[in-house]
């Protein structure tokens, strides 16, 4: 499932949202099954002071229904740079996002040891909106 973890600032307090409530970053684990609501990876760059030195930091969200997880509402993802770099692939070679289903899978790398990756499902043609109609 889906890993969470409530946001805190540098001081350790918990960062909330407009409406009030715990601000939360999901992360995908071995086993999601996810279907992005847009067509694209969201990316935001900022510069970050990294032990005394100006560093861009780069992150990436996708705006997604988790198969399974809080009733397969829409959350955003923090992906890795590498899931984000996969899913601009995909949708370089023509695919459209929202027409299909994803999973997470776990990889070695050699330079970083166990990571998840993200990769292709069976595709479908018609935009997935619900677990529901792919499992029809």
């Given at each position: 499932?889906?890993t969470?973890?409530?946001?805190?600032?540098?001081?350790g307090?918990?960062?909330?949202?407009?409406?009030?409530?715990d601000?939360?970053?999901?992360?995908?684990?071995?086993?999601?099954e996810?279907i992005?609501?847009?067509n694209?990876?969201?990316?935001?760059?900022?510069?970050?002071?990294?032990?005394?030195?100006?560093?861009?930091?780069?992150?990436?969200?996708?705006?997604?229904?988790?198969?399974?997880?809080?009733?397969?509402?829409?959350?955003?993802?923090?992906?890795?740079?590498?899931?984000?770099?996969?899913?601009?692939k995909?949708?370089?070679?023509?695919?459209?996002?929202?027409?299909n289903?994803f999973?997470?899978?776990?990889?070695?790398?050699?330079k970083?040891?166990?990571?998840?990756?993200?990769?292709?499902?069976?595709?479908?043609?018609?935009?997935?909106?619900t677990?529901?109609?792919?499992e029809?």
């Open positions: 499932m889906v969470s973890e409530l946001l805190k600032n540098k001081e307090k918990l960062l909330k949202t407009k409406e009030g409530k601000l939360v970053d999901y992360r995908l684990e071995s086993g999601d996810f992005p609501q847009i694209k990876v969201l990316e935001y760059t900022r510069e970050v002071d990294v032990k005394g030195k100006l560093q861009q930091i780069t992150n990436y969200k996708l705006n997604a229904i988790v198969k399974g997880f809080e009733e397969e509402t829409p959350i955003f993802l923090t992906l890795t740079p590498t899931q984000a770099k996969t899913l601009q995909k949708q370089d070679e023509g695919v459209i996002l929202v027409k289903v999973t997470a899978y776990t990889y070695t790398s050699e970083y040891g166990e990571q998840i990756g993200v990769g292709l499902k069976p595709k479908f043609h018609e935009p997935l909106k677990f529901d109609e792919v029809e």
